[in-house]
C-alpha cells in the first residue's frame, strides 16, 4: 500500500511542477532574475505550496505516528552548520546556472531532454560522491524517532 500512496504522490507532485511551469529553467531563471526581466509567477506557486503545507504539517504533528508507517523519521542534525551552508550554496548556484532543481528535473525527465538528463545524471553522481564521504562519518545517517 506504501509504495502505491508513494507513487501517486510522486506523480501528483511531478503534475503539480510540470503545470506550475516549474519545469522550464527558463521560467525558473527568470523568477531568479530579481534585478532583470523578473517574472512573479512562481511566487504564487511557492505560496499555494505553503498555504497547502502548513496547516497540514500542524496536523501531522499531533499525530503519534504517520498514517503509513509506525513511528516518523526526523533528521539528527538540526543545527546550521558547515556542511549545510555549503550544501545550499551549492544548491543554489546550480539552481541559478541551471534553472533546475532536483524535483522539478526529475519530473522534466519525460520531456526528453538531453539538458534535463545531464543536470539529473551530474546531480545523482554529486549525491553518490557525498554519500560516500558521509558513510566514513558514523552517525550521520541515524534518525531521531
Known amino acids: 500500500m506504501r509504495i502505491w500512496v508513494a507513487l501517486a504522490c ?11 511551469g516549474m519545469t522550464d529553467p ?3 531563471v527568470g523568477f531568479l532574475d530579481v534585478f532583470g ?4 509567477t512562481l511566487v504564487v506557486v511557492m505560496s499555494s ?3 497547502v503545507t502548513l496547516p497540514l504539517f500542524q496536523l501531522a504533528a499531533r499525530r503519534s505516528r504517520p498514517l503509513l508507517d509506525r513511528q516518523f523519521f526526523l533528521p539528527v542534525r538540526t ?20 534553472g533546475f532543481c532536483p524535483g522539478p528535473a526529475i519530473a522534466g525527465l519525460v520531456s526528453g531532454s538531453t539538458q534535463i538528463l545531464l543536470f539529473v545524471l551530474s546531480m545523482a553522481v554529486g549525491m553518490t560522491l557525498r554519500s560516500f564521504s558521509y558513510r566514513r562519518q558514523p552517525g550521520h545517517f541515524e534518525c531521531k524517532t
Do not use: E, N, Q
Open 49 to 51: 505550496a505553503l498555504l
Open 79 to 98: 543545527r546550521v552548520d558547515r556542511d549545510l551552508l555549503l550544501g545550499s550554496a551549492i544548491f543554489g548556484v546550480g539552481w541559478g546556472v541551471a
Open 37 to 40: 526581466a523578473w517574472d512573479p
Open 10 to 20: 510522486g506523480m501528483l507532485f511531478g503534475a503539480g511542477l510540470t503545470l506550475s
Open 26 to 28: 527558463a521560467k525558473v
